[in-house]
Nanobody, 126 residues
């Protein structure tokens, strides 16, 4: 049974960078598309990015386009989210999610994903 573990969160000043990682526990990420979501206190969980199972297709929320980059190394079994030019509004708990088949579900909504990690906290503040 695939489980996901996120790491790399922390406190960073506005304009700074962080690199988040998503690794599997108990299985492999091969064959799974991976999504990144975030949730700020009192707000709904929102999509950040998407990467296909082979890594050839990526998508981003408009709010992070040009600042965040998602990548994966299937041999190393890791998906990374490089976050640059961070803003206070990027603050939240960041989750990675996996799905093996889309079943026609959109990648932009949490209900389109089947397996979730526990999240890692990102705080952007001076």
């Amino acid at each position: 049974q695939l489980q996901l573990v996120e790491s790399g969160g922390g406190l960073v000043q506005p304009g700074g960078s962080l690199r988040l990682s998503c690794v599997p526990s108990g299985s492999t990420l091969n064959g799974y598309a991976i999504g990144w979501f975030r949730q700020a206190p009192g707000k709904e969980r929102e999509v950040v990015s998407y990467i296909s199972s082979a890594g050839g297709n990526t998508n981003y929320a408009d709010s992070v386009m040009g600042r965040f980059t998602v990548s994966r190394d299937n041999q190393a079994n890791i998906v990374s989210l490089q976050m640059n030019s961070l803003k206070p509004e990027d603050t939240g708990t960041y989750f990675c999610a996996a799905r093996f088949l889309s079943y026609g579900r959109t990648w932009t909504l949490p209900n389109g994903w089947d397996i979730w990690g526990q999240g890692t906290q990102v705080t952007v503040s001076s």
